[in-house]
């Protein structure tokens, strides 16, 4: 019988869903052999680690936002073991990547269908989803410090970044290609859209062996329109798009950094890597 081990964070998201007692209940018809770890204040990758050394399963489910599917991803980082993902966050823009919502994860994660997808390692970090450096980086770490919260205090304290226009000036080497441009905001992404459902990165794919450098070289209304709503093709004068394997990076300031919805502080040089085939994901079946 297969064997399921849930990582779940009790304190995602803004209801008070009990995800255990939910797990359990589907699971009690499927032909399963399931276990569930609730995750606490001081638990760390070694612990989560342990569990699943343990249990032995062939597929560990993260129930949460994007920080939670990251820290299971890390455990199964180049394993044969499947990861699976139950949106249950703030934050769950992995799971919109492959159209996995609340109401379809436990029958996605009971099917098992599976397909490999690469990863970036950004400054020896592991990013799943999308980093960026600049503007929205700047953002995050000024609405974690402001009242207001939700997407309204998110509004806020991008309009207030945006007053002061943080304009970086920046060298990049993509593959062998070395090029020059001021920005506001360049995205490292890994996958297609924000959690949010804005799509930064149209041609993005999970499974091929590249990673999109996005280069905002001017926020505009017609801009974000297109990444919310039509989808169209950038206006190269404000966003260009460059496919790449490898970069490095280079601010003449240092600038606010984040992967994964994780404000980082602020740095002046990146370097990335593309791991290809780098973890195999529980997805609905194509």
Not at 88 to 93: E, H, L, Q, V, Y
Not at 230 to 253: G, N, P
Request: with cysteine; aromatic share 8%; charged share 25%.
């Amino acid at each position: 019988m297969p064997k399921i081990l849930f990582i779940v964070n009790p304190v995602s998201g803004r209801n008070n869903t009990n995800w255990s007692e939910l797990i359990n209940d589907y699971f009690k018809s499927k032909p399963h052999v399931i276990q569930i770890y609730e995750l606490t204040k001081n638990c760390n990758i070694e612990t989560i680690k342990e569990q699943i050394k343990l249990f032995r399963p062939e597929q560990v489910v993260a129930v949460g936002g994007d920080g939670t599917i990251k820290l299971v991803a890390e455990c199964l980082l180049n394993t044969d073991v499947k990861l699976g993902i139950f949106p249950a966050g703030s934050a769950n823009g992995m799971a919109a990547e492959f159209k996995i919502n609340a109401n379809n994860a436990l029958d996605v994660i009971a099917k098992g269908f599976s397909k490999k997808i690469h990863l970036t390692n950004i400054n020896g970090e592991l990013c799943i989803h999308l980093s960026d450096i600049g503007l929205n980086a700047y953002a995050m770490k000024r609405f974690k410090n402001q009242k207001v919260r939700g997407m309204w205090g998110y509004f806020i304290a991008s309009l207030k970044v945006l007053m002061q226009n943080p304009k970086m000036e920046i060298s990049m080497r993509i593959d062998k290609k070395v090029i020059k441009m001021e920005a506001e905001m360049i995205v490292i992404a890994n996958a297609t859209k924000y959690g949010t459902g804005a799509v930064i990165n149209p041609v993005g794919r999970l499974d091929d062996d590249l990673f999109e450098v996005v280069v905002i070289k001017k926020i505009s209304f017609q801009e974000v329109f297109k990444m919310v709503f039509t989808h169209r093709e950038y206006d190269l004068d404000k966003t260009e798009v460059f496919q790449a394997a490898s970069l490095s990076m280079h601010s003449r300031k240092k600038a606010h950094f984040q992967i994964d919805g994780e404000y980082l502080g602020k740095i002046q040089s990146l370097k990335v890597e593309i791991i290809p085939d780098a973890l195999e994901v529980v997805v609905p079946e194509e």
